[in-house]
């Protein structure tokens, strides 16, 4: 960090937001707290959930706790500080909190991408090999694919960070944007990026758009193998299966035309960073609980033992 002082003069970015307005800066205020209140009490339920119930002691469950974890920690890296940042008139963020603040985006990004991922493949056991299910996803299994996970997100913020933290800014420090965000940053440095920028679209955006790819198709084999198997249990599995699917197709979906469109509309960007990582981590678990019959039943043991708990006492 001493050496990224020493080569660049600009010691913090000014950061735009939506607007300069008053009036709008608090109205955007109230809704970014009470999206964050909704995404930290809903992801935190659905954790708190899984631990406590044996019901979801599952590997489904298990990974739909890890993704929450996942949102929470992915929602928490900025919007705080954005709903900070509408009470100031300037908005600025310090050169080592923006790189960190990238660096923590793109590490629990990377890691919830991969978790969908393991997702996927749990529910491919589950439907395509039903009488192997619980040998295949053992405890060592679910462990492993935990930390694989863990292990791309830090590989994917590393390739693209260990370069970025090199980077000289000595000229324009505004980001039109509510956070740091790795595109529109790197594009302010005095040095050359068209590599560091085709770095990035590779590495996320490719990355990106082949995982979603190789979801739908496996998504598309499990469809098809329910479609063929009559059985009572189909009716849960597509239930459980179009949940995922949504979840994928919201987590992807932004994030795949934020890279693959990158540099050519800043509006764009702006608003589709918004909903990559603070509506999509709170869609998450309005989708698995209000579409989980389970999940809901494990959310009202919970409450009515704490209210049990708490009328004891």
């Known amino acids: 960090m001493d050496l990224l002082n020493n ?3 600009v010691s913090e970015f000014i950061l735009l937001g939506f607007s300069s307005s008053q009036e709008i800066q608090i109205f955007l205020f109230a809704i970014f707290f009470i999206v964050y209140v909704a995404i930290v009490v809903g992801n935190l339920i659905i954790v708190i959930s899984v631990i406590f119930d044996n019901h979801l002691h599952s590997p489904m469950y298990f990974f739909l706790a890890n993704l929450s974890f996942f949102d929470l920690c992915l929602s928490s890296v900025a919007t705080p500080k954005v709903i900070a940042d509408f009470l100031r008139k300037r908005k600025t963020i310090s050169l080592r909190g923006c ?5 923590f985006m793109h590490f629990f990004g990377g890691g919830e991408m991969s978790l969908l991922i393991a997702m996927a493949i749990d529910r491919y056991v589950a439907i395509c090999k039903p009488l192997h299910y619980k040998t295949i996803m053992s405890c060592r299994v679910l ?4 930390l694989l996970s863990w292990t791309i997100g830090f590989i994917h913020t590393m390739s693209q960070m260990v370069f970025t933290v090199g980077l000289t800014f000595c000229g324009p420090n505004i980001v039109d944007s509510i ?3 790795l595109p529109l940053v790197i594009k302010l440095a005095c040095t050359e990026t068209y590599i560091l920028e085709l770095l990035v679209i590779a590495n996320s955006g490719l990355l990106s758009l082949i995982c979603f790819i190789l979801l739908l198709i496996s998504y598309v084999v499990m469809l098809v193998t329910i479609w063929q198997r009559s059985s009572s ?6 239930s459980t299966l179009s949940a995922h699917i949504t979840v994928v197709t919201l987590f992807f979906g932004p994030s795949t035309f934020i890279y693959a469109f990158p540099f050519s509309s800043y509006s764009v960007d702006k608003f589709l960073s918004v909903f990559y990582s603070i509506i999509t981590p709170l869609l998450n678990p309005v989708i698995y609980t209000l579409r989980n019959q389970e999940m809901k039943a494990a959310i009202k043991r ?6 049990g708990s708490w009328f004891t006492h």
Do not use: E, G, W
């Open 7 to 9: 080569r660049s003069t």
């Open 99 to 103: 790189m960190a603040q990238m660096f």
């Open 143 to 146: 462990i492993l694919f935990l």
């Open 179 to 181: 956070f740091c965000d």
């Open 233 to 238: 249990a189909s009716s849960k599995a597509v």
């Open 302 to 307: 919970l409450n009515s033992k704490h209210t």
